[in-house]
């Protein structure tokens, strides 16, 4: 059984960062691309960006220059690196193994104070 926990989510100030992990377990790991994605409170969920198996990424234009998505194959995990986090990157954070539709996490809250 594939699992997917992401972790990392807190309460910080505009300005400030936050790294999210999204490991995995019952899977290899290194063979499927990685989707971060967000939901906030009444909105869509919506792509933040993704990771290909060779390591290549992109991004969103709302969070490009900001946000950096990284993986560790060793230790079957995916990060998600925010920096200078503003109050609309409020949201719960979903990690997505696989893509198409993928393996999906419970989420972890980012909460961004004005």
């Known amino acids: 059984q594939v699992q997917v926990v992401e972790s990392g989510g807190d309460l910080v100030q505009a300005g400030g960062s936050l790294r999210l992990s999204c490991a995995a377990s019952?899977?290899?790991?290194?063979?499927?691309?990685i989707g971060w994605y967000r939901q906030a409170p009444g909105q869509q969920r919506e792509l933040v960006g993704t990771?290909?198996?060779?390591?290549?990424?992109n991004y969103v234009d709302s969070v490009k220059g900001r946000f950096t998505i990284s993986r560790d194959n060793a230790k079957n995990t995916a990060y998600l690196q925010m920096n200078s986090l503003k109050p609309e990157d409020t949201a719960v954070y979903y990690c997505?193994?696989?893509?198409?539709?993928?393996?999906w996490g419970q989420g972890t809250q980012v909460t961004v104070s004005s």
């Open positions: 990771i290909s198996r060779s390591g290549r990424t």
């Open positions: 019952g899977s290899t790991f290194s063979s499927y691309a």
């Open positions: 997505n193994l696989g893509l198409y539709p993928g393996y």
